[in-house]
């Protein structure tokens, strides 16, 4: 490890194996906790490169606990997160709302770290109910056509660095491998990414895989569409930059899409949101992601991808995938 710190702190870059072993070793303990704090930060004050995060994301995917879903065919929709804008739930709030619309979603997601809360402490407070058993993961989908994959349960492995990122506080890379180590391998994915750097680094490495994808960052720091400003998308067939007009919708403004400072203020935006009682830049915000997540399952247009959100969340069908869940 001293080795490879003074390599990265020399800018050096370490090859996709060597970032895939060093995971290994992190999950086998063979790293003291000071070691580890290092590692995490030093990544938060270099560049990580295509093959580094190749190697870590294969690393996660070995070590993962797999789920097979195929059968459902569903979608993951998640961002990275890491993004600093502390907005209420909207890729959790979007994955209802997806399934509400009649695509089938296995959600990746895990507590907050840089943000006051993260999609599973939302999830929790709600009374959903975490499980890695594929029985349960199947029932779920089968009955709210979603099911929630609480990351540290299908990643014991990391179980020695979770105490550390939540004691740091900050983004780290594992920010940038969550949404590519969903443990069910769906082919199906909407990513949202804080940086244009790692949307790049994503659509990269997506292009290597089979995978039916739409990769966002919102040009105003935002790792989702907020539709306070512009956005780059990016997919296995186009590259575009969005604007709210693309939905003849109004932009909105970034206090309208905060999401609270405690999870339990965060709770009940959640609960006003998917009843149907939200604000129409906080419904707009949300059919406007799951939307693209819809369009990206369905092969339709991102427009047509809205009216079909729209549709799910106003007519309450996002709210019954959400009582099913929590009913099991």
Do not use: W
């Not at 089968?142 to 979770?162: G, R, S």
């Not at 405690?262 to 707009?284: C, D, H, M, R, Y």
């Amino acid at each position: 490890m001293k080795v490879l710190l003074n390599r990265l702190i020399n800018h050096e870059s370490i090859s996709a194996e060597e970032a895939k072993q060093i995971l290994i070793s992190i999950s086998k303990g063979d790293y003291n906790q000071a070691q580890i704090a290092s590692f995490l930060t030093v990544y938060m004050m270099r560049s990580i490169t295509v093959e580094e995060l190749q190697g870590f994301r294969d690393a996660l995917l070995e070590l993962c606990i797999p789920v097979d879903l195929k059968s459902y065919n569903p979608l993951d929709l998640c961002g990275t997160g890491g993004d600093g804008k502390d907005t209420f739930n909207i890729s959790t709030l979007s994955s209802f709302v997806t399934a509400g619309a009649g695509v089938a979603v296995a959600k990746h997601g895990n507590y907050g770290v840089s943000s006051a809360c993260g999609s599973s402490n939302v999830l929790e407070a709600l009374g959903v109910t975490f499980s890695n058993e594929q029985d349960h993961l199947i029932k779920a989908i089968e009955t709210a056509n979603i099911c929630v994959l609480h990351a540290p349960l299908f990643h014991p492995a990391m179980k020695n660095v979770a105490p550390i990122r939540k004691a740091l506080g900050f983004k780290t890379f594992f920010n940038m491998l969550g949404p590519m180590v969903n443990p069910s391998f769906p082919k199906h994915q909407m990513v949202g990414v804080f940086n244009l750097e790692l949307l790049r680094l994503y659509n990269y490495l997506y292009q290597q895989t089979d995978k039916n994808y739409s990769i966002v960052h919102d040009l105003g720091g935002y790792d989702e569409l907020s539709l306070t400003n512009s956005a780059k998308i990016v997919s296995n067939q186009s590259e575009l930059l969005f604007s709210p007009n693309d939905l003849d919708v109004q932009p909105v403004a970034a206090t309208s899409i905060f999401g609270g400072n405690t999870v339990k203020e965060a709770t009940k935006i959640f609960e006003s949101i998917i009843s149907g009682k939200g604000t129409q830049a906080q419904n707009n915000v949300v059919c406007a992601n799951a939307g693209l997540a819809i369009a990206t399952a369905k092969q339709i247009t991102h427009k047509e991808g809205f009216e079909y959100a729209k549709e799910s969340l106003l007519s309450g069908k996002a709210k019954t995938c959400l009582t099913k869940l929590t009913a099991l």
